[in-house]
């Protein structure tokens, strides 16, 4: 009986011994994988601050993202002037008055024909025109930078943007950029000759200068001679 007793307390002694070893065992795997745990993450951190200080000292250089090739470009102004948005027109009364009397004869001739749209457009051409010679042109400015040309607080980037060239008019210049856009096809800016000179440095850097072998009157009218590139 009391042999039976021991044998059942020896048994249970070592179930009980059996159960620490094994929780002990458990708790120690737990304490090594943390371990390895963070030594992982301390050597990802180590790798990653030398990798850092290494493209900080020129040391390493980043690969190239196949996938963003495009350059990215920062909005950097490279020159910057300001000019009258358009031409001044020029006409004294005397010069109007032929002009109203002339416009007069010939409105009168469309009604006797019946062309009222015709009458409706001369009338609305001599409204802009007296309207444009008695309205002083507001200041404009227009910037260049590294991204490309910003004007009237519009900027248009480079790529959107084909060819130049200039033409004067008395002593103003126009600088005439042909866009790819289908509005506005072309950017008209004026500039005194010290402005002209240095947008002429920048634009030749990035666009085509066109040239132009003949030049149409209206355009001449408009906007003054052309001027070919050895002669910029």
């Not at 495009?70 to 000019?83: D, M, R």
Request: aromatic letters at 10%.
């Amino acid at each position: 009986m009391i042999l039976d007793k021991n044998k059942k307390m020896a048994k249970e002694k070592d179930s009980l011994k059996k159960l620490a070893d094994f929780l002990t065992g458990e708790k120690a795997l737990r304490e090594k994988e943390e371990e390895i745990q963070k030594a992982k993450k301390k050597a990802i951190k180590d790798e990653k601050d030398k990798r850092r200080k290494k493209i900080i000292e020129g040391e390493v250089q980043l690969e190239e993202d196949p996938v963003q090739k495009k350059e990215v470009v920062q909005n950097i102004k490279l020159f910057e002037w300001s000019a009258p948005e358009r031409y001044q027109i020029k006409l004294n009364s005397k010069g109007f008055l032929i002009i109203l009397a002339l416009s007069l004869a010939f409105i009168a001739l469309l009604a006797v024909l019946g062309k009222y749209f015709l009458i409706a457009a001369i009338v609305s051409v001599l409204f802009v025109v007296y309207a444009a010679a008695t309205t002083k042109p507001l200041i404009a400015k227009h910037k260049i930078t590294k991204r490309g040309i910003d004007t009237i607080g519009k900027l248009y980037e480079w790529y959107m943007l084909e060819s130049f060239y200039i033409t004067k008019k008395e002593d103003t210049y126009t600088i005439i950029v042909n866009t790819k856009l289908n509005f506005p096809k072309v950017l008209i800016m004026l500039a005194k000759k010290k402005d002209k000179d240095a947008v002429f440095v920048i634009l030749q850097k990035h666009l085509l200068y066109e040239d132009i072998k003949k030049q149409n009157k209206i355009d001449i009218i408009s906007y003054g001679e052309y001027i070919p590139l050895e002669k910029v």
